[in-house]
C-alpha cells in the first residue's frame, strides 16, 4: 500500500474516523467576525481555513479541497499552497486531497500532476478518466500518490454519459471501475469515486474491487445522498470506505452566530459518529 493510501488508513484507525472534510471556502457563509476584519480576501480565507482544519483534524480521516474555490482569488494558487502546508503541519498523519477533475493528454497531464501533486503537495488528486490511459496511467509511477478516479459521480446529469449500456451490457461506469482495478492500479494507489445518490447494489461493486481498494462515497448531505449502500462498502475490517462532507462541516451556523467553532466540531463528530453507527 503506498503512503497515501496508508495514511488515510492509519488515520481511519487512529481517529475512528471514515469521514473526510471538504475544504471549500465560500466567504458568504464565512463568519462575520472574519468577514468584516480589515484584510484581504485570501486572508480571510486563510483564518477561517486554519480555523477548520484546527477543530476537526482529530475527527477526520482526510481531507478534500475542491481547487475551483481557490481559482477564484487573485492569489488562489498561493494560498491552496498554504492550506495543504497548513493541514500537512498540523495534521501530518491525515491525507490532503485535491479535487480538480482533471484528465488530458499526456503532457498537459503531466503538467497538472507536478503542479498539484509536487509544488503544491497534495497526497492526491481527483482526475476524470474519460480520456483514456494517459490520464491515469502516470500514477503507475507516482506510487507515494493517490489518484481519485471518477468512476460514478453523484450530478444528477451524470447518468446520460455514465449510465449509458455497452454492448455487453454493462454501463460505461462500470466499464470504467473495471478499468481502475484491472488495468491502471498498478501501483495500488487509486480510489474510485462511487455514488451515495443512485440506487446500485454496492456488495456486488465490492466484491469487484481488492479488499484492500478505499473508495470515496460521494454526494451525501447537501447534494442529497443517502448512506443506503455504505455498509456494501465497507471492506473485510469494517473500514475501506469515507464520505465527504463540505458544506455540512464549514458552514453549520449562521454567519453572525458567536459560537460557530462549536457547530463545526459537533457537524465533523456527528458525521464521523452516524458513519460509525452504521459499520457496527
Not at 17 to 32: F, N, Q, T
Not at 78 to 90: F, K, M, N, Q, S
Amino acid at each position: 500500500m503506498t503512503k497515501a493510501l496508508t495514511l488515510l488508513r492509519k488515520a481511519m484507525i487512529r481517529n475512528n474516523s471514515l469521514a473526510c472534510c471538504g475544504l471549500d471556502p465560500d466567504i458568504a457563509k464565512m463568519p462575520r467576525e472574519i468577514v468584516k476584519r480589515r484584510m484581504s480576501d485570501e486572508a480571510k480565507v486563510q483564518r477561517f481555513l486554519r480555523e477548520a482544519i484546527n477543530l476537526t483534524g482529530n475527527h477526520v480521516c482526510a481531507y478534500k479541497i475542491q481547487k475551483a474555490f481557490f481559482d477564484v482569488f487573485p492569489k488562489g494558487h498561493t494560498l491552496l499552497e498554504d492550506t495543504i502546508g497548513y493541514a500537512h503541519e498540523r495534521f501530518p498523519d491525515v491525507p490532503v486531497f485535491v479535487d480538480a477533475k482533471v484528465g488530458d493528454i499526456d503532457n498537459t497531464m503531466e503538467a497538472y500532476l507536478r503542479n498539484i501533486l509536487h509544488k503544491l503537495g497534495a497526497d492526491g488528486v481527483v482526475v476524470n478518466p474519460y480520456m483514456g490511459d494517459e490520464v491515469v496511467m502516470p500514477f503507475a509511477r507516482l506510487k507515494h500518490k493517490a489518484g481519485i478516479v471518477l468512476v460514478r459521480t453523484s450530478n444528477i446529469g451524470a447518468a446520460i454519459v455514465q449510465d449509458a449500456i455497452l454492448a455487453d451490457g454493462r454501463p460505461l461506469w462500470r466499464h470504467t471501475l473495471d478499468l481502475v482495478v484491472e488495468r491502471w492500479n498498478t501501483a495500488s494507489n487509486l480510489i474510485p469515486v462511487l455514488s451515495a445518490t443512485v440506487d446500485i447494489d454496492m456488495s456486488e461493486v465490492r466484491k469487484a474491487m481488492p479488499d484492500n481498494m478505499p473508495v470515496l462515497f460521494a454526494g451525501f448531505g447537501v447534494q442529497g445522498g443517502n448512506l443506503k449502500h455504505f455498509r456494501q462498502l465497507l471492506d473485510s475490517k469494517k473500514r475501506g470506505v469515507f464520505v465527504n462532507s463540505s458544506r455540512g462541516i464549514l458552514y453549520p451556523y449562521e454567519p453572525d452566530e458567536k459560537g460557530w467553532r462549536d457547530k463545526i466540531v459537533e457537524a465533523t463528530i456527528s458525521l464521523k459518529e452516524m458513519l460509525n453507527r452504521e459499520r457496527r
